[in-house]
């Protein structure tokens, strides 16, 4: 029926162990002036609360990818093919007394590019109820609220390439800038490239310095420092221009003089086969990281890197997985569904997760969930390579915060079709979605779902919506957005992007200092296991 949800799949309990840093990171009191752990939303500090001051909400989406090569002739290897879809949807949904969002978008032209590209306004419709923003994608893009408005915000940036060297589909939130963001994911390999996408909505130049983390430990490469930024604009930078042959890599940008939005978008060859493209999207260290929407069926690698100057022991388990065979360690493929591992300092660190080669169901995205901790924060994420006809697709899947009381998931375009993959707390939790439309009206009946304590429940989203409104109502949810492109003809022959769900922007507006303050929308709680399901 139209707007409503899809089939529900239950599978397995929590899995394997924890390092016994388990309960590190659940929000302890921080040095005066500093930010507990990521999600925590504590602040500590001197004084008496204070209102922090109106400003826009900014969100930033990374471009379509594009081949390093643009000097090729043959139209199979196209820098742009034809069959190539590119989008960005942004939606601000209205508040409950009818206020409308005030959304407006823009895109940022390439500054590296000789004469640099002008920046076009991204027009908005929609009514009270919601406020829509549509553009094709190939920029980078900035999408705003006006200062004041706190509307739920989100958006989604994707494209869909199915033949060429681009084959594949790379999808990605639109994140805020931030001083200092970390990627986690790409490689420099014969046939791979990576773009580190640096962008700058700001009025004024901002300085990045990146650090690059291998196997063999960290280093800033001289290429790599005082890059400058300038105002309204992107840079790109090569990752194969800064660092030798390297298969594990993660990137640390800094900025100065203002806030970037980092992403990398990589690209993948085999000889003349297409091995994926994708976004990487920015994150964080922390020292306990929930990753949801990690595929059954598909190759899994989890990627741990530890930014810190002392080697650190690592823990991680799956969550959803019911008799499963071994996850696999470093040293023991085969030993258990979870494990430890220590990663050196500066270093960075893939274990091939071997219990997910297999699922139940090929045709069914059956996701699981990867919990990663430590007494200290390190960097994670996953990556999943789909086998295809004749080729290979390629997906990066990074943590997912505490899902808030409420968020926005923003759908793709036609012929993409989302699951949502929700990862429970200890207690379990309870969560309500309800689809909207393009005119902002709500689709069919708001559906309520009880996740389990130690499950993962999966279900279809409306390929008629533009947007669900996903609504916690207790415990505590870590959730991520399944995309695979049309035909649906199995798992192992779609074109595959996973998307955490994000904090909404904008949802901290009061900073309390002198006491230890919680951001009601940004709870931080001890995850649990996964269990699966989809819906009829």
Not at 63 to 88: H, I, M, Q
Request: hydrophobic fraction near 45%; charge should be negative; aromatic fraction near 2%.
């Amino acid at each position: 029926m139209s707007g409503t949800f899809g089939r529900v799949l239950t599978t397995g309990l929590a899995l394997g162990i924890v390092a016994a840093a388990a309960t590190a990171g659940t929000g302890g009191i921080v040095p005066a002036g500093q930010v507990g752990p990521q999600g925590s939303g504590q602040v500590r500090h001197q004084g008496l609360p204070v209102d922090l001051a109106a400003a826009p909400t900014t969100l930033v989406c990374p471009p379509a990818p594009a081949s390093a090569d643009s000097t090729s002739t043959d139209p199979g290897f196209e820098r742009t093919p034809v069959d190539v879809v590119t989008s960005v949807t942004a939606v601000g949904a209205g508040l409950p007394d009818g206020t409308a969002p005030a959304l407006r978008g823009r895109s940022l032209p390439r500054a590296t590019q000789g004469s640099p590209q002008i920046g076009s306004e991204l027009p908005a419709t929609g009514s009270a109820n919601v406020s829509l923003l549509r553009g094709d994608g190939s920029l980078a893009s900035v999408v705003e609220l006006a200062a004041g408005d706190v509307s739920p915000l989100a958006a989604l940036a994707l494209t869909r390439t199915d033949a060429g060297d681009l084959a594949g589909l790379a999808a990605s939130s639109c994140t805020a800038p931030a001083a200092s963001s970390w990627l986690v994911g790409g490689a420099v390999e014969p046939g791979r490239s990576g773009r580190i996408i640096l962008s700058n909505p700001g009025q004024s130049t901002v300085t990045a310095d990146l650090r690059v983390l291998t196997a063999q430990g960290a280093s800033s490469p001289p290429a790599a420092q005082a890059l400058v930024v300038a105002a309204g604009s992107t840079r790109e930078v090569l990752l194969e221009g800064l660092v030798g042959d390297q298969p594990a890599v993660a990137v640390e940008v800094q900025a100065s003089g203002g806030a970037l939005a980092a992403a990398l978008v990589e690209t993948d060859l085999d000889g003349v086969e297409p091995q994926g493209v994708e976004h990487v999207q920015a994150t964080a260290a922390a020292t306990r990281s929930v990753i949801p929407g990690v595929l059954t069926g598909a190759g899994a690698t989890l990627r741990l890197a530890n930014p810190s100057e002392e080697p650190v022991v690592v823990g991680w388990q799956l969550l959803g997985r019911d008799g499963a065979p071994g996850a696999g360690t470093a040293t023991d493929p085969g030993s258990g569904t979870g494990a430890v591992a220590t990663v050196g300092a500066g270093a960075v660190l893939d274990i091939a997760l071997e219990a997910l080669a297999t699922g139940p169901d090929d045709r069914v995205p059956a996701p699981v969930a990867v919990v990663v901790t430590s007494e200290v924060p390190v960097l994670a994420a996953v990556q999943l390579t789909v086998p295809r006809e004749g080729a290979a697709e390629r997906a990066w899947v990074p943590p997912a915060p505490a899902v808030p009381g409420e968020a926005l998931v923003v759908l793709g375009p036609a012929g993409v079709r989302s699951h949502l993959s929700m990862a429970a707390g200890d207690g379990g939790a309870q969560v309500s979605l309800r689809g909207t439309g393009v005119d902002g009206a709500p689709l069919g009946q708001e559906s309520t779902f009880d996740v389990d304590a130690g499950s993962v429940l999966t279900t279809v989203l409306p390929v008629d919506a533009v947007a669900v409104r996903v609504t916690v109502t207790s415990g505590t949810l870590h959730a991520a957005q399944v995309l695979t492109a049309e035909p649906a003809d199995g798992l192992l022959n779609s074109l595959v992007s996973v998307v955490p769900v994000q904090v909404p922007p904008g949802s901290q507006r009061r900073l309390v200092v002198g006491a230890l303050a919680q951001d009601s929308l940004r709870r931080q709680a001890p995850a649990g296991g996964a269990a699966t399901q989809s819906l009829p």
